[in-house]
T-cell receptor
Framework: KNQVEQSPQSLIILEGKNCTLQ??????????LRWYKQDTGRGPVSLTIMTFSENTKSNGRYTATLDADTKQSSLHITASQLSDSASYIC??????????FGTGTSLTVIP | DSGVTQTPKHLITATGQRVTLRCSPRSGDLSVYWYQQSLDQGLQFLIQ???????AKGNILERFSAQQFPDLHSELNLSSLELGDSALYFCASSGTEGGPLHFGNGTRLTVT
């Protein structure tokens, strides 16, 4: 069982619509959680980073939430654009130096 | 541009061969991480170096090895290649242990 699970596995939405991606993790002790965007054939790029004490963090049209008690995070994308089509990866870092990667959500935005 | 450079971008080789992938981290970053991403799979952590020393090991096969040189660039050596080794290999660097990861654009390895 993957220790960082993301849902849905894939998602197709119309341009201009909003969507929310989920990340549930079981690993501990938690240090921070990052959301990355990975375009096809490119390296992942960091969108947000959240520590234990942060509940919400925004980066433009991307808003991440974190509930460290339930070990859940979400990434909300508003007013989606065609360029948002990518894989979104949730990464949990433990205290120390271990990173746990989710398998990602593949988002396709269609006109 | 993340500042992390990986070469070559593409590599096609035959089974049984050996290849070397190269990574130049962001200027000043001491940590280098290697990841493997197979088709439609998540990123699998292989190995991490910090300032020339191996710091953590993941699911790295014995046929694979890596090192980080004094100038902080790193090389990932893959030997006795098998068809299943075909994947994207990413290098990432960070300035402090556990700091944000900055990824290169990967080397796509195809084993035929």
């Amino acid at each position: 069982k993957n220790q960082v699970e993301q849902s849905p596995q894939s998602l197709i939405i119309l341009e201009g619509k909003n969507c929310t991606l989920q990340c549930n993790y079981t690993v501990s002790p938690f240090s921070n959680l990052r959301w990355y965007k990975q375009d096809t054939g490119r390296g992942p790029v960091s969108l947000t980073i959240m520590t234990f004490s942060e509940n919400t963090k925004s980066n433009g049209r991307y808003t991440a939430t974190l509930d460290a008690d339930t070990k859940q995070s979400s990434l909300h994308i508003t007013a989606s654009q065609l360029s948002d089509s990518a894989s979104y990866i949730c990464v949990v870092r433990l205290t120390g130096n271990q990173f746990y990667f989710g398998t990602g959500t593949s988002l396709t935005v269609i006109p | 541009d993340s500042g992390v450079t990986q070469t070559p971008k593409h590599l096609i080789t035959a089974t049984g061969q050996r290849v070397t992938l190269r990574c130049s981290p962001r200027s000043g970053d001491l940590s280098v991480y290697w990841y493997q991403q197979s088709l439609d799979q998540g990123l699998q952590f292989l190995i991490q170096y910090y300032n020339g020393e191996e710091r953590a090991k993941g699911n790295i096969l014995e046929r694979f090895s890596a090192q980080q040189f004094p100038d902080l660039h790193s090389e990932l050596n893959l030997s006795s290649l098998e068809l299943g080794d075909s994947a994207l290999y990413f290098c990432a660097s960070s300035g402090t242990e556990g700091g944000p990861l900055h990824f290169g654009n990967g080397t796509r390895l195809t084993v035929t």
